[in-house]
């Protein structure tokens, strides 16, 4: 049932670049306190290369996205494609 649903989307390829950079994001969260899986920071890497909005009700994301240069996309705002979720200093706002 979820390969029906991940059919819908391209897969992206990988390269060296996006592994560097996943490791300095792991570097900069923990210099904040924040821990991050490799795969979670591979993520933010690929999608802060490729500017794509993040789609994901993962609890670490907005932590993430306090320190480092990705956007969410917020499912809930309804219509087709939702919107981006604010990061936090914007909710602040």
């Known amino acids: 049932?979820?390969?029906v649903?991940?059919?819908a989307f391209?897969?992206?390829p990988l390269v060296?670049?996006?592994y560097e950079?996943?490791?300095v994001f792991h570097n900069h969260c923990r210099d904040h306190g924040v821990t991050g899986t490799h795969i979670?920071?591979?993520i933010c890497a690929v999608a802060a290369r490729?500017?794509?909005a993040i789609f994901t009700t993962d609890r670490d994301f907005p932590r993430y996205a306090r320190y480092l240069p990705i956007r969410r996309h917020d499912p809930s705002a309804g219509g087709r494609h939702g919107r981006e979720a604010p990061s936090p200093?914007?909710?602040s706002s």
Request: aromatic share 0%; charged share 35%.
């Open 1 to 3: 049932m979820l390969r």
């Open 5 to 7: 649903h991940l059919a």
């Open 10 to 12: 391209d897969n992206l």
């Open 16 to 18: 060296t670049p996006d």
């Open 21 to 23: 950079q996943a490791a």
């Open 40 to 42: 979670d920071l591979l």
């Open 50 to 52: 490729r500017r794509l």
């Open 89 to 91: 200093s914007e909710k």
